[in-house]
């Protein structure tokens, strides 16, 4: 049996995590209103105000209108797609360089006990799922309650019109990003640093939640602060149970109910 290859597998891990960083953050846009300026676009729009608010440029309905077409807008469906293919192309490449360095599956959080891969663990997964929405929803409450709300233009953009959209959303869109960014944040960041140098999880969950923020930038500062703290939590979770699953259930379903309580159903706040 091969020894794992740890070194090499850190590193393609460090590499995968500072792409997927910059990408997230070359993919944030500005939010206004009920929809969203690609990031490349927000110093066109400034400049465009500005000269309005200076007379420098009329009022054409036909020119607006032929800006309008010529600037490419991407539909809800078309986002789904796009987060959809980029993550999973994310974590093939590090799900790929984990079989060829031959990272055992347990420094990765999983093992053949049903308290890891099986029902229990699903249980256990969905459990702490409800606990860190129910948590998630009142962080929400307080930061509206103190003036500091967050940024939901990019929950916004993703939320589907019709029930096809929903289902690509609830069956494919979500289901992909929690694995991906539990396998990359935490078997990867978390376990594998931990098994293969005894290095402290705890420490590394610290890393892990950091990174998690960051690459939630678009959700505005307090946004990547719940972010993080959600990270940590996931992580904690992660390093208590060694689960990979009980994680991915947990984040699927503080996606999953964001979307569906407040974009399906309507509702600002519960709490």
């Not at 396998?183 to 999880?201: L, N, Q, T």
Request: with cysteine; net charge negative.
């Amino acid at each position: 049996m091969t020894d794992p290859q740890w070194v090499p597998f850190v590193g393609l891990t460090a590499v995968v995590l500072v792409l997927l960083l910059a990408l997230a953050r070359a993919s944030q846009g500005t939010v206004r209103g009920d929809r969203t300026v690609p990031a490349g676009d927000v110093g066109r729009e400034m400049v465009r105000r500005h000269a309005l608010a200076e007379g420098e440029l009329a009022h054409d309905p036909a020119r607006e209108c032929r800006a309008d077409r010529a600037t490419p807008q991407l539909t809800t469906g078309a986002l789904l797609v796009n987060v959809a293919v980029t993550q999973g192309l994310f974590g093939g490449v590090l799900l790929a360089g984990a079989y060829f360095y031959a990272i055992p599956p347990g420094a990765l959080g999983v093992t053949a006990d049903p308290w890891n891969a099986g029902v229990p663990a699903l249980l256990v997964g969905v459990a702490f799922g409800l606990a860190l929405w129910g948590a998630n929803e009142a962080s929400a409450s307080l930061a509206d309650a103190v003036g500091t709300p967050y940024d939901e233009g990019l929950r916004e953009a993703l939320a589907p019109e019709g029930g096809r959209g929903w289902l690509v959303l609830l069956g494919g869109v979500l289901p992909v990003v929690a694995v991906v960014e539990e396998f990359i944040f935490r078997a990867a960041v978390v376990g594998v640093p931990a098994a293969g140098f005894g290095v402290s999880p705890w420490a590394l969950a610290v890393v892990s939640a950091s990174a998690f923020a960051v690459g939630h930038g678009a959700q505005g500062r307090i946004g990547m602060a719940v972010t993080g703290g959600l990270g940590l939590v996931l992580a904690a979770g992660y390093v208590l149970t060694g689960s990979l699953l009980v994680v991915v259930v947990a984040h699927y379903l503080v996606n999953a109910l964001e979307f569906l309580v407040h974009e399906g159903f309507g509702v600002e706040r519960l709490l």
